[in-house]
């Protein structure tokens, strides 16, 4: 009995130190993150100079961006930038997608479709290619309303999903123009994201109950503050395990990469045809192809570099490639003209890029907005 009593004490305070270890660190963790980004420069003088921001509201645009906003499940796509309609730069609700400059009585919507070069990572509401659209509608007196739903990472298989089910429900009208916005994201039939979650998800909830905990239970104390930590220490030394969250890489020339992409673009002409919706599908321009890149690496938390050769020459075979895709509109020579620079970082568009990409886009729908 009184060996039993010790076990006991000591399961209870080893519970207890352990819970007690754990808020401990959390609540170090909290004070040296609100530390760390008390003077943190995300963004280099020249990307700040690029999006006509102070170092304080970059460092705002960047917390909005990648650190307070994070993602929610959507259904059929797996991910969507959840919602938040009280910042500075960065607001999106469901119903909307990305706030956006437009008009505000509308005869007829633009829904904008693509990756996060649409959405506008690293821009402002006001600095995205919508957004730019949308001021030169209101300068023309053009009662069109623009819906921006760009979301990170996706490619035509999610753009062709995410579109149907706004025709579903009933968000799409007759006449409405739909603009697909594709290129640096196409991997073929690649996975999404969250795909390799998801599975496990599934593959949990359709087992006995324990079976349902041994894949809950890992979740559970992988989210504790010392697992986090632990994790950290594995970052700083690359010891992570392979994340069960699809890594995006540009870089990379899927087998069925034009088959896929030439098959989406048949099927979303197939349903505008059908539905009376104007559809365009534009190749965007390629980072350090297209525009004035870096010509040296920046400093700051989004950094950039200059691509070494081997990855600069994957990039121009998959632009050539997609550029040869049947009834897709190329508008990579939107940048052709540009002297400043075109990207805020290795992928994404600076405002004025985004500005001249709009005005392309512009020229090419102008028949079909009266």
Excluded at 129 to 150: A, D, H, M, T
Excluded at 167 to 190: A, C, Q, S, T, V
Excluded at 195 to 205: C, D, M, Q, R, S
Aim: glycine content about 4%.
């Amino acid at each position: 009995m009184k060996k039993m009593k010790i076990v006991i004490n000591i399961i209870l305070i080893t519970t207890f130190l352990f819970i007690s270890l754990n808020f401990t660190l959390g609540w170090v963790w909290e004070i040296r993150t609100n530390l760390k980004f008390k003077n943190f420069k995300p963004y280099d003088d020249v990307v700040l100079k690029a999006l006509n921001l102070s170092q304080e509201d970059g460092l705002t645009l960047y917390l909005e961006t990648f650190i307070d906003r994070k993602f929610d499940y959507d259904q059929f796509t797996e991910h969507a930038e959840n919602s938040g309609y009280d910042n500075k730069f960065v607001n999106v609700t469901p119903e909307l997608g990305r706030k956006t400059i437009s008009p505000k009585n509308c005869k007829k919507n633009i829904f904008f479709y693509g990756g996060s070069t649409t959405f506008g990572y690293n821009v402002t509401d006001e600095q995205t290619i919508p957004s730019y659209l949308g001021k030169i509608l209101l300068k023309n007196k053009q009662e069109i309303c623009i819906k921006n739903f760009g979301r990170g990472s996706y490619f035509s298989t999610q753009e062709n999903i995410l579109f149907q089910k706004h025709i579903l429900n009933k968000k799409i009208k007759p006449n409405d123009i739909i603009i697909f916005l594709d290129g640096i994201n196409e991997n073929g039939n690649r996975n999404s994201r969250n795909t390799g979650f998801l599975f496990e998800v599934n593959k949990a909830i359709n087992q006995d109950y324990w079976d349902m905990y041994k894949f809950t239970f890992p979740i559970f104390f992988d989210s504790l503050a010392i697992n986090q930590f632990i994790k950290r220490i594995q970052k700083k030394y690359n010891l992570q395990k392979k994340s069960n969250l699809e890594q995006i890489n540009v870089f990379t020339l899927n087998d069925n990469l034009k088959h896929v992409f030439e098959k989406n673009i048949l099927i979303r002409d197939g349903i505008c045809k059908k539905l009376n919706l104007y559809c365009y599908s534009f190749l965007q321009p390629f980072a350090t192809i297209h525009g004035k890149y870096f010509e040296k690496p920046t400093q700051g938390a989004i950094e950039t570099r200059v691509l070494n050769i081997g990855e600069n020459k994957k990039i121009k075979e998959k632009y050539k490639l997609l550029s040869r895709t049947k009834n897709i509109i190329n508008i990579t020579n939107a940048l052709d003209d540009t002297i400043s620079l075109s990207y805020v970082d290795g992928v994404h568009y600076s405002p004025l890029a985004n500005e001249e990409i709009s005005n392309k886009i512009y020229t090419i729908i102008l028949d079909k907005l009266n």
